[in-house]
């Protein structure tokens, strides 16, 4: 299954300071041993939103409305994410645990979410119900 | 590698008689060695003949012939076995000479096989992919309306 | 954090942590199966007091520190614990506490390749290999594995206990080979690993929750290999050739399970992510700036079928060119078969034939029943009706696939005609 790792903006990246040379090293460590156990399927890091343009439907049916940066709610938004795959949901919350933290001063923030994939978005009930007697089959099994 | 140490059936294990009791405990104590040796792999004893069902297969088209047990006492016939990883067919020949003999079978016999390794060939997946592969160009091949 | 959570975190940990732990381990120890008990013997430590003390900071240094003092343990009680020691004393040099001090501290990088290497040795059985790799380096239990591999449980446990035992009494050396040795022995690698690929992608039975699993450990595991050897132009083609295939692993069989061929495929819910890395996998084997191997090669394949937007799009010609190439590195019937079809799609049937005419002649072909069934799929496409049913007719013959059998029938039947 796979995992986004979403880092949350903070006032520092917004303001587009750059993080220091500790945390970028520590940061490439990271992404070095997320590779090196070959969960790591890729990442990147934003622009602050400054640079960002949001488009938004204000009304149903009706017309976009085009807004440019910046925004101003920092912790709504996203800095960057890393994509990880994984074999269940506890290992992608011990790699998250792992990410240094993101700022260092109070507001590092990483937001966890599972990516949809195909299978999730098939719906046959059919298939999805035989995953899930063998997957609770499986977890009796483990428990016995 | 894998030997498998067959007992012969005899008058005895055929008629149901139990062993002694120092017969059972000395095939204990040899089960065990091997098992602390690491070599042990499977032991069974076989309950007598009279239990059992014989099926003659006898080819292609008649069907298959089905008489019960017992059978003669042939030498075909076996009470037990002992499956045992060994280095070499020695050290199998070996281990078989310390199987206990039950008192009043003097005369019984052990036979010392290797078992066949699994025989199937290396699989090359490289060249399973390729044959996957020619298989979907064929039926694009096939799908394809005209030529030049 | 209930109990029952803990050991479901313990479970990840355990995942991530073991390959590691294990060949750490087994450097010290310089035995493979004496390694893994030391790193589960660790795993129990933790099993009974993370629960209270909770999970430390650093839990793979945690486990690696309870696993060595366990070793140190066993070495001073001197005395051997069990019977299970003292036969591998037998078996294997005895290390001394010095020797374990001395090899305490190494790039785990590189223990890891060294474990690979000894799981995956030629001592042992293809199956065995197999086997241990998933035990070893992906972390999978013994139900897990016999599951994918429609195997009983105990048929794999006893493969890898005699795995182990072989490894130990044949002294097989925790390294990485060096010189001419290596290739070869590389070779062994990628195949185990891209037959655990195999083993998942091809089947289309089995357990289908457990059998993508060993596609995704297979690629992990390349992803791995690709990290800790990054100079093998092979490593990163086998990567490139496993992300392509399993970018289309969903769309590849239908919602009722059955298969659905390239040609037919929603090329619109192939894995886009996973081409991206593919190419850029082949594209890191390209910069090594060596000749590509038969991996890179078949991934470089792949490659076109992926850039294509519709099947009418492939660019055939640049896959038979590829093909030839892989003759040269690879030769073998198949190579050849396949170029055949590419050559006709690109450039028709007629020069197809040709190159499957002169295989005709090939003494070790007589008996290959792909032979005459893409030249009569060939002969049929040039409208040589009679020529090809006679052809679809011998394929039929020679396999022993009973379904492939039917299949090559009812071509032949197709051709119009009567039966020769």
Known sequence: ?144 | MRFMLIVRANGLSEAGILHTHRFEEGMAEYRKALAQAGKLLAAEELQPSSSGVRIRLTGRDASPEVCPGPFPLDHRLIAGYVVIEAETADEAVEWALKMPVPAGCEGSEVDVRELREWAQEDRNPRVLALEADLQEQVRMLNQMQKFL | MTSSQTHRTIDAIWRIESPKLIAGLTRMVRDVGLAEDLAQDALVIALQRWPESGIPDNPGAWLMTAAKRRAIDLLRRNKLRDEKYAEMAQTTELYTEDDLERNMDGEIGDDLLRLIFMTCHPVLSQDARVALTLRLLCGLTTDEIARSFLTAESTIAQRIVRAKRTLSSRKVPFEVPEGEELQERLSAVLEVIYLMFNEGYSATTGDHWLRPLLCQEALRLGRVLAEIAPEEPEVHGLVALMEIQSSRFKTRVSASGEPVLLMDQNRTQWDRLLIRRGLAALERCRKLGRPLGPYALQAAISACHAQAPAAADTDWARIAALYEALSRVAPSPIVELNRAVAISMAFGPAFGLQLVDELMHEPALTEYHLLPSVRGDLLAKLGRMDEARSEFERAAAMTRNSREQQLLLKRAAECGGSPN
């Open chain 1, 1 to 144: 299954m796979r995992f986004m790792m979403i880092v949350k903006a903070t006032t520092d990246s917004e303001a587009g300071v750059l993080p220091s040379p500790e945390l970028l090293e520590a940061m490439h460590r990271y992404n070095e041993e997320l590779a090196r156990a070959g969960v790591l399927l890729g990442g990147d890091g934003l622009h602050p939103s400054s640079s960002a343009i949001r488009i938004s439907y204000p009304e149903p049916g009706g017309k976009p409305k085009v807004v440019d940066g910046p925004f101003t709610e920092a912790k709504e938004m996203i800095a960057g994410y890393t994509l990880i795959e994984v074999k269940s949901r506890e290992e992608a919350i011990e790699w998250a645990l792992r990410m240094p933290d993101p700022h260092g001063f109070g507001q590092g923030q990483i937001e966890l979410r599972q990516v949809f994939e195909v299978e999730d978005l098939t719906d046959n009930p059919e298939a999805i119900a035989k995953e899930n007697a063998l997957r609770q089959q499986l977890e009796e099994q483990r428990k016995a």
